[in-house]
């Protein structure tokens, strides 16, 4: 009996080791192709919020680390991509996290130019609602589009809050918590850019492309 026990213990010890191995090797296999597909949607994404006419780098090769919870939504270190033109800053695309969303955070990415004017904005990731808060997502809305050539003019423009509160931006019909966090999170990250443009725009690339 104990033998039997042992032996069994034995095979079910062999069996998953060799399925962590072979786990192992898919994920070896597989990483490359998996970062070189999330390099793929980064450029994508950052072609959309920065023009192609502005700049002449690479936007996925000058890469910095922002750290603000205050401003960008999170203690964690976030990327920022540096645009320019003849070796000069002259845009930005910033990422920042919405804390408050309905479902929890929201991950957005905002272009933004040298004169402080809003770009393009994208959503990263999110888990709000589907039908509701997922118009945050291009693909099922214009929304994020309405951002594009604003300007905070003070911390206290009034214009950068949803209609209900006063603004200018739309909520969407039966939810208002999910544009309201992300346009506070949008707001935030265009304050930060604006007491912080001439150190973002001339620092060194100093993260991984990609990393968080």
Same mark, same amino acid.
């Given at each position: 009996?104990?033998?039997?026990?042992?032996?069994?213990?034995?095979?079910? *010890?062999?069996?998953?080791?060799?399925?962590?191995?072979?786990?192992?090797?898919?994920?070896?296999?597989?990483?490359?192709?998996?970062?070189?597909?999330?390099?793929?949607?980064?450029?994508?994404?950052?072609?959309?919020?920065?023009?192609?006419?502005?700049?002449?780098?690479?936007?996925?090769?000058?890469?910095?680390?922002?750290?603000? !919870?205050?401003?960008?939504?999170?203690?964690?270190?976030?990327?920022?991509?540096?645009?320019?033109?003849?070796?000069? *800053?002259?845009?930005?695309?910033?990422?920042?996290?919405?804390?408050?969303?309905?479902?929890?955070?929201?991950?957005?990415?905002?272009?933004?130019?040298?004169?402080?004017?809003?770009?393009?904005?994208?959503?990263?990731?999110?888990?709000?609602?589907?039908?509701?808060?997922?118009?945050?997502?291009?693909?099922?809305?214009?929304?994020?589009?309405?951002?594009?050539?604003?300007?905070?003019?003070?911390?206290?423009?009034?214009?950068?809050?949803?209609?209900?509160?006063?603004?200018?931006?739309?909520?969407?019909?039966? !939810?208002?918590?999910?544009?309201? !966090?992300?346009?506070?999170?949008?707001?935030?990250?265009?304050?930060?850019?604006?007491?912080?443009?001439?150190?973002?725009?001339?620092?060194? !690339?100093?993260?991984?492309?990609?990393?968080?």
């Amino acid at each position: 009996m104990k033998k039997s026990m042992l032996k069994n213990g034995l095979l079910l *010890g062999l069996f998953a080791l060799l399925c962590t191995g072979l786990v192992a090797i898919v994920n070896q296999f597989t990483y490359d192709k998996i970062r070189q597909q999330e390099q793929q949607e980064l450029a994508r994404v950052l072609h959309q919020i920065i023009p192609d006419d502005i700049h002449d780098n690479e936007l996925t090769g000058h890469c910095i680390g922002l750290t603000s !919870a205050e401003f960008l939504g999170t203690e964690d270190t976030l990327p920022a991509y540096i645009a320019t033109m003849n070796g000069k *800053g002259v845009a930005i695309a910033v990422e920042a996290i919405a804390p408050d969303g309905y479902n929890g955070n929201i991950k957005v990415i905002i272009g933004i130019s040298h004169e402080g004017e809003v770009l393009g904005v994208r959503t990263l990731s999110h888990q709000e609602t589907p039908g509701l808060g997922d118009k945050i997502e291009l693909r099922k809305s214009d929304w994020v589009k309405s951002f594009d050539g604003l300007l905070l003019l003070s911390d206290e423009d009034k214009r950068w809050n949803v209609k209900k509160d006063g603004g200018e931006i739309d909520q969407f019909t039966g !939810a208002t918590i999910t544009p309201r !966090a992300y346009v506070k999170a949008v707001k935030k990250a265009v304050q930060y850019f604006n007491a912080n443009k001439a150190t973002l725009l001339s620092a060194p !690339a100093n993260c991984e492309v990609g990393n968080e």
